[in-house]
């Protein structure tokens, strides 16, 4: 795959697996290597690394092309360090996360390394979309919401997670409006065992008059008054009235969720492995490292294993016709497989 790398598929994709899969960084890598006679320097295993990365690149655009046709999209962004060449300190970079497709459980994800976390940036990956956004409540969503780019769907588990928090306050008031989004979940886990139709008749039926009960008694507490100014509780009423424009918007497409645990899940890994790699030696390597991420995440995501998946799409990418390159996205291979 790689022109003059004396490196086969196998062991490129052992190697991509380890770091983005496993999350162990490229040092371990090389020690395990070692332990079979294989020795190999830390800085060609880098380079290998980015050269793969950048390899598969048109599936990676691929796939973030299919998670935008799908209408459906869930983001979300963490940080993550990066070196700042040859000052020897770090800079705190941002990977930013879409995800998306039909179903409870979209297949794909595709990652985005920025070098910061301006608002501008979530407005040029999503390009013209105008389909339905999930997140959190950062402004850069809201901006795009409140412009009508985007049909905005916040997370209800933010909102949920804002009254657990609220353990002072009036506590029979954060009781009840725990229990109507409980039970807003549990109307939704029936939902998804029902055709599409059935599934927006729930919501339209069963989970708007919740949602309007909470807003009401919300806004009703606010205005009683007799709240701590800087409490929690407050904190979590003005957060929940500050989205009542765009909590219904879930209930009118049929793809839609009501949380945003897609992209929630999908940062995960990175949570786990940016402890090991400490840092991104690069932003070459931050786009890379988003490449492979998309890749092996997406497989893991369907229960596929990457290692092979690399290995074979490896074999296959240099030849393959750029018309039909969605055979070789994860789920597509799957089917071919």
Known sequence: MLPKCRADESLLAEICTRKFGDHLPLYRIKELLSREDIEISRPLLSNWVLRSGVALYPLYKEMQKRILDSGNVFADETPI???????????????????????????????????????????????????????????????????????????????????????????????????????????????????????????????????????????????EGKILPKSKFKEALGYTLSLSPYLKNYLYHADARLDNNVAERAIRPLAIGRKNWLFLGSEESGKAAAVLLSLIQTCRGLGINPREYLEDVMRKIMSHSNQKLQELLPDHWAKNR
């Open 81 to 223: 360090d990066l070196l700042m060449p040859g000052k020897g300190k770090t800079h705190q970079g941002y990977m930013w996360v879409l995800a998306g497709g039909s179903g409870a459980s979209p297949p794909y994800r595709t990652y985005h390394f920025r070098l910061n976390r301006k608002h501008c940036h979530i407005g040029d990956l999503l390009g013209e979309y105008r389909g339905v956004l999930h997140s959190d409540k950062y402004g850069a969503y809201e901006t795009l919401a409140k412009e009508k780019k985007i049909i905005w769907c916040p997370c209800f588990a933010h909102i949920r997670r804002k009254f657990v928090e609220a353990e002072s306050g009036d506590i029979p008031f954060r009781d009840w409006v725990l229990r109507k989004i409980r039970y807003l979940f549990m109307l939704e886990r029936v939902a998804w065992n029902r055709s599409e139709k059935e599934r927006l008749e729930i919501r339209q039926t069963k989970e708007l008059p919740i949602i309007e009960e909470i807003l009401l008694r919300i806004k009703k507490r606010l205005e």
